[in-house]
């Protein structure tokens, strides 16, 4: 059996085994993807040597925990709780239950940010890098999950810049573009301050 097949049915074992714990009525809600994020971060610590939770990850990992319940539960409950049922039709025959509905309405930050704040205020977690397996170090300097605006400058005077040092033409016109739409999504439900790691030409 491969490494990837394996991985794949060891998340689903713990996934079922969680929500079964942890969830109202065995089902995958706010509580068990808390126990579960948190579960999946610690196993990472003790065997990932070259583990990063940092910016972005950090945010992305918190989202993607509550993203089951919001866009895999039938938009008639709209109730966040994923049957395990319905989980095996998405993970394991990745298609839809019978006479799914999707969500009533569009998903945003207004949705996503208290079932996210919920889940990092079960299990607080700090930002940090792992030097070997089980040797985690907190990275202070990063900003943590609750400063949304520190984070997103974190991305683009941090991130982008270590990955385009010193675009230039076309290039440097696109990532200021996608950087501008960046904003524009997080400005929609943040007060942050626009910055510009390139110049605003």
Do not use: W
Not at 118 to 131: E, W
């Amino acid at each position: 059996m491969s490494r990837s097949i394996q991985d794949i049915e060891t998340f689903q074992k713990h996934f079922i085994d969680t929500a079964t714990k942890f969830g109202f009525n065995s089902t995958y809600d706010d509580n068990a993807a808390a126990e579960l994020r948190n579960r999946r971060l610690q196993n990472s610590i003790q065997t990932n040597p070259q583990l990063v939770f940092t910016s972005p990850r950090i945010l992305s990992a918190y989202s993607e925990a509550v993203f089951p319940t919001i866009f895999f539960v039938d938009g008639r409950l709209n109730n966040r709780q994923l049957t395990i049922d319905a989980a095996r039709h998405f993970f394991d025959l990745q298609q839809m239950p019978t006479d799914f509905h999707r969500q009533p309405a569009p998903v945003n930050f207004t949705i996503v940010d208290p079932l996210v704040s919920f889940l990092f205020n079960k299990h607080g977690f700090s930002p940090g890098v792992n030097h070997g397996k089980n040797s985690f170090v907190l990275q202070p300097q990063t900003p943590p999950l609750s400063d949304f605006c520190g984070i997103y400058e974190d991305i683009v005077l941090r991130v982008i810049p270590g990955q385009y040092p010193k675009p230039t033409g076309a290039l440097k016109d696109a990532i200021n573009k996608n950087l501008g739409f960046f904003f524009g999504a997080v400005s929609a439900e943040h007060n942050c301050t626009q910055v510009f790691p390139f110049g605003r030409d």
